[in-house]
């Protein structure tokens, strides 16, 4: 049985990576997070560089705090565009733009300009930045259509995440150690424009929503914070974030001080650590491959956050040299749990319609959080010593984890009663062609019926007002008195009078005891309707019908 279960989750991890691999949109628009995430690492080292050349050290915690605070502001007030029509068009706007600044600031560095323009250029491309990852979380849904695949896409995501957290500063060394940081701006620049070029090809159906014409830009933020303060479940998610972001800002200061003061191994020493980090981050990747079928995402956030903490804090209690690289790996493993089960669980609770708008404010806490924690930590160091301020910070997040932990196991049960509505929705033809995020806000439409054998669900003529599923059972189709259909689990019934705008061409039954899944006439009509595959499926459905039921009646 051990041998099985192991066999089928290998299988979950291949198909991970192979079910992306197939999916032509999926593919494009994963390897253009690779080459923005790339070149913000890369164009990161280089501004560093700048910085430090400038003011030393202290320069260089200052403009990193000036790049975050905008983006903290910005996040939640650009992330509405991202739910304005189709998100690979702000994608676009966003890598072009990145590029555009970054191309700028290798003229200036090239030309010996101004460091504080260079700084400028900076805030402007973080700012773009800022919205790439909403707006890519709330794409990836939308071409996906299984629940399994979106896992699977969030997988690859957080490997590529990974990835260019290795590829994007050994890029940076590489250049730097034949060229100046302009040749690092100027290849940067070109892999946000690459970013760019990826998702110009883009073709699936995206999910219908309102014009932007006449929607008021406060409003819609305020539409997405409320999103997030109306589900608890959201907001958990988002809070653990929050807090596995404050360790983050965090480790920025203890990554220096523990390599100097504690470790001894000097100012290299500091990026050796981080190095472990990104290491175990693209190990933990490939390991959190296995979780692509899992109904346990609750529980593995949990164990991410803890992650983020627990090394910290056996950290300061043996600081020890190769025990402090094994711990930072554990960090980085710990990331990516967060990247696999955090981003699936928001992108499965959250409605697609906010879906980037509920991101948006992810970003602006991350940006906050890293902030604050490295700010807190700097504090923590000077008043309390290195190993008491690993400690006590190293336990935020592990004690909220477990204070979350029955919260998060309750979250799971959840996703696993919707991954069957889910799955029972996808049953039934015209429903099969729609993208996950319009199945997803169907099944939270779902209401239970349950109906005794012989008694009626409605009758010839009435008011369609309902479309039905049977979810076990069987139900008979009587038209004129005449049996036309007997229909069992996972068939569907009630959409001639909903599509037609008919009374109901036929009485329907229960031949044993049912239990049915209804949605009312507007949540239906506007998933089937709003796609061209599933309105058309949908239409050939109620010809066949017709024609079935009363050849005569078709006209």
């Given at each position: 049985?051990?041998?099985?279960?192991?066999?089928?989750?290998?299988?979950?991890?291949?198909?991970?990576?192979?079910?992306?691999?197939?999916?032509?949109?999926?593919?494009?628009?994963?390897?253009?997070?690779?080459?923005?995430?790339?070149?913000?690492?890369?164009?990161?080292?280089?501004?560093?560089?700048?910085?430090?050349?400038?003011?030393?050290?202290?320069?260089?915690?200052?403009?990193?705090?000036?790049?975050?605070?905008?983006?903290?502001?910005?996040?939640?007030?650009?992330?509405?565009?991202?739910?304005?029509?189709?998100?690979?068009?702000?994608?676009?706007?966003?890598?072009?733009?990145?590029?555009?600044?970054?191309?700028?600031?290798?003229?200036?560095?090239?030309?010996?300009?101004?460091?504080?323009?260079?700084?400028?250029?900076?805030?402007?491309?973080?700012?773009?930045?800022?919205?790439?990852?909403?707006?890519?979380?709330?794409?990836?849904?939308?071409?996906?259509?299984?629940?399994?695949?979106?896992?699977?896409?969030?997988?690859?995501?957080?490997?590529?995440?990974?990835?260019?957290?290795?590829?994007?500063?050994?890029?940076?060394?590489?250049?730097?150690?034949?060229?100046?940081?302009?040749?690092?701006?100027?290849?940067?620049?070109?892999?946000?424009?690459?970013?760019?070029?990826?998702?110009?090809?883009?073709?699936?159906?995206?999910?219908?929503?309102?014009?932007?014409?006449?929607?008021?830009?406060?409003?819609?933020?305020?539409?997405?914070?409320?999103?997030?303060?109306?589900?608890?479940?959201?907001?958990?998610?988002?809070?653990?974030?929050?807090?596995?972001?404050?360790?983050?800002?965090?480790?920025?200061?203890?990554?220096?001080?523990?390599?100097?003061?504690?470790?001894?191994?000097?100012?290299?020493?500091?990026?050796?650590?981080?190095?472990?980090?990104?290491?175990?981050?693209?190990?933990?990747?490939?390991?959190?491959?296995?979780?692509?079928?899992?109904?346990?995402?609750?529980?593995?956030?949990?164990?991410?956050?803890?992650?983020?903490?627990?090394?910290?804090?056996?950290?300061?209690?043996?600081?020890?040299?190769?025990?402090?690289?094994?711990?930072?790996?554990?960090?980085?493993?710990?990331?990516?749990?967060?990247?696999?089960?955090?981003?699936?669980?928001?992108?499965?609770?959250?409605?697609?319609?906010?879906?980037?708008?509920?991101?948006?404010?992810?970003?602006?806490?991350?940006?906050?959080?890293?902030?604050?924690?490295?700010?807190?930590?700097?504090?923590?160091?000077?008043?309390?010593?290195?190993?008491?301020?690993?400690?006590?910070?190293?336990?935020?997040?592990?004690?909220?984890?477990?204070?979350?932990?029955?919260?998060?196991?309750?979250?799971?049960?959840?996703?696993?009663?919707?991954?069957?509505?889910?799955?029972?929705?996808?049953?039934?033809?015209?429903?099969?062609?729609?993208?996950?995020?319009?199945?997803?806000?169907?099944?939270?439409?779902?209401?239970?019926?349950?109906?005794?054998?012989?008694?009626?669900?409605?009758?010839?003529?009435?008011?369609?007002?309902?479309?039905?599923?049977?979810?076990?059972?069987?139900?008979?189709?009587?038209?004129?008195?005449?049996?036309?259909?007997?229909?069992?689990?996972?068939?569907?019934?009630?959409?001639?009078?909903?599509?037609?705008?008919?009374?109901?061409?036929?009485s329907v039954a229960a031949r044993t005891d049912v239990r049915l899944r209804s949605l009312d006439a507007d949540c239906f009509l506007t998933a089937v309707l709003g796609y061209t595959p599933s309105a058309r499926e949908a239409a050939i459905g109620v010809d066949r019908l017709l024609e079935r039921y009363d050849p005569d009646r078709r006209k």
């Amino acid at each position: 049985m051990g041998e099985t279960v192991r066999a089928h989750r290998l299988s979950d991890a291949v198909s991970a990576f192979t079910s992306n691999a197939r999916n032509h949109d999926l593919r494009r628009a994963q390897l253009s997070f690779l080459g923005a995430w790339t070149a913000e690492w890369a164009f990161t080292v280089a501004l560093g560089i700048v910085a430090y050349r400038d003011g030393g050290a202290a320069a260089v915690g200052l403009v990193g705090l000036v790049r975050m605070l905008p983006s903290a502001i910005c996040a939640p007030l650009l992330s509405p565009f991202a739910d304005r029509g189709r998100r690979e068009k702000v994608l676009v706007v966003v890598s072009t733009a990145r590029g555009v600044v970054t191309a700028a600031a290798a003229v200036v560095a090239a030309a010996g300009g101004a460091p504080a323009l260079i700084y400028a250029l900076a805030v402007l491309s973080t700012v773009a930045a800022t919205l790439f990852r909403p707006a890519h979380s709330a794409l990836l849904p939308s071409l996906c259509h299984t629940g399994h695949e979106l896992a699977s896409a969030n997988v690859v995501r957080g490997m590529l995440d990974s990835a260019a957290t290795l590829v994007g500063p050994l890029l940076a060394a590489v250049l730097l150690e034949v060229a100046d940081v302009d040749v690092v701006f100027g290849v940067a620049a070109a892999a946000s424009l690459w970013s760019a070029a990826l998702l110009l090809r883009l073709d699936y159906d995206a999910p219908p929503r309102p014009p932007a014409t006449g929607r008021h830009l406060t409003r819609e933020v305020a539409e997405g914070v409320l999103a997030v303060a109306r589900n608890r479940d959201v907001a958990l998610v988002l809070g653990l974030a929050s807090a596995q972001s404050f360790t983050r800002g965090a480790l920025t200061v203890f990554s220096v001080v523990v390599s100097i003061e504690l470790l001894g191994r000097g100012e290299p020493g500091a990026g050796t650590l981080m190095t472990a980090v990104g290491v175990g981050a693209v190990v933990g990747s490939l390991a959190a491959s296995l979780l692509v079928g899992t109904r346990r995402l609750g529980a593995w956030f949990a164990l991410g956050v803890t992650l983020w903490g627990l090394p910290l804090v056996l950290l300061g209690l043996v600081p020890r040299d190769l025990a402090a690289l094994f711990l930072m790996a554990l960090i980085g493993g710990g990331n990516a749990l967060i990247d696999v089960a955090g981003f699936t669980l928001l992108g499965r609770m959250a409605p697609d319609a906010v879906l980037a708008r509920v991101f948006g404010v992810l970003e602006s806490l991350v940006a906050v959080s890293i902030g604050v924690g490295a700010l807190a930590t700097s504090f923590a160091v000077d008043a309390w010593g290195v190993r008491p301020a690993l400690v006590v910070v190293g336990l935020v997040c592990p004690v909220l984890a477990a204070a979350s932990w029955w919260r998060l196991r309750a979250l799971d049960r959840t996703v696993g009663v919707h991954d069957e509505e889910v799955a029972l929705l996808q049953q039934v033809p015209m429903l099969r062609t729609l993208p996950l995020p319009s199945v997803e806000q169907l099944a939270r439409g779902l209401q239970p019926r349950e109906v005794t054998a012989g008694s009626p669900v409605f009758e010839q003529g009435d008011v369609g007002d309902r479309y039905y599923v049977v979810e076990s059972g069987e139900v008979d189709v009587v038209g004129d008195g005449r049996l036309l259909a007997t229909l069992g689990a996972g068939e569907g019934f009630g959409e001639i009078a909903l599509l037609r705008h008919t009374p109901r061409t036929a009485s329907v039954a229960a031949r044993t005891d049912v239990r049915l899944r209804s949605l009312d006439a507007d949540c239906f009509l506007t998933a089937v309707l709003g796609y061209t595959p599933s309105a058309r499926e949908a239409a050939i459905g109620v010809d066949r019908l017709l024609e079935r039921y009363d050849p005569d009646r078709r006209k």
